[in-house]
Each structure stands twice: as structure tokens, then as C-alpha cells.
């Protein structure tokens, strides 16, 4: 059983910064690729931000310029840095990971981790 435990979301003021991780353990496969998506009420699941096993990343157009995605491989663990948060960033945002097992299903889903951005 995969688990993936997302932290650091929380309530922030616009312009300011937050960190997410996601740290994720049980069976994956060597070489998983990351990523962080998410979902604001009334609105479709988004793409914030994917990286690669060998660092390669993309993000959204939305967060260009403003976030940032990194991997700890060895800690197996995935981050976030949103740094000039805007009030339209205030969402739920997801952990997930592609490894060999799971990409034809869409991999694995972490619970989410809200993150409010006051005006």
C-alpha cells in the first residue's frame, strides 16, 4: 500500500510564502515521477507543477515564475515553494505520484492539503 503525507498548508497573506511536502513511502516502483495539482471550490483539478526523476519540471501557467518544485530522492520526498501567493491560489492541493505500477491508472493520490490565501 502506497501513502503519501502532504504537510505544510495552512493560511498566509497575499504576497507571502508556503512550503508543501509530500513525503511518500510503502511500495513504489524505483523512478517515480511527482507532482502537485489542485482544485478550488467550483473549479476543475489543475496542474500546479510536475517534476521528472531526473529533474526535468513544468509547471502551470498560472504559477510560473512564483513556485517552485524540487525532490529529495533519497528522503523520498516531494516540495513546493509558492512564494508571491495571490488570492486565486487559495485551493486544495493535491501530492501525486506515477511510478511504473500505477501510471496506467493515474498513480497515487495524497488527501490534499488546503492552502488559504487572504487578501
Known amino acids: 500500500q502506497v501513502q503519501l503525507v502532504e504537510s505544510g498548508g495552512g493560511l498566509v497573506q497575499a504576497g507571502g510564502s508556503l512550503t508543501l511536502s509530500c513525503a511518500a513511502s510503502?511500495?513504489?516502483?524505483?523512478?517515480?515521477?511527482m507532482g502537485w495539482y489542485r482544485q478550488a471550490p467550483g473549479k476543475q483539478r489543475e496542474l500546479v507543477a510536475v517534476?521528472?526523476?531526473?529533474?526535468?519540471?513544468n509547471y502551470g501557467d498560472s504559477v510560473k515564475g512564483r513556485f517552485t518544485i524540487s525532490r529529495d530522492n533519497a528522503k523520498n520526498t516531494m516540495y513546493l515553494q509558492m512564494n508571491s501567493l495571490k488570492p486565486e491560489d487559495t485551493a486544495v492541493y493535491y501530492c501525486?505520484?506515477?511510478?511504473?505500477?500505477?501510471?496506467?491508472?493515474?498513480?497515487?493520490w495524497g488527501q490534499g492539503t488546503q492552502v488559504t490565501v487572504s487578501s
Open positions: 517534476i521528472s526523476s531526473s529533474g526535468s519540471t
Open positions: 510503502g511500495s513504489i516502483f524505483s523512478r517515480p515521477a
Open positions: 501525486n505520484v506515477r511510478d511504473a505500477s500505477s501510471i496506467l491508472r493515474g498513480g497515487y
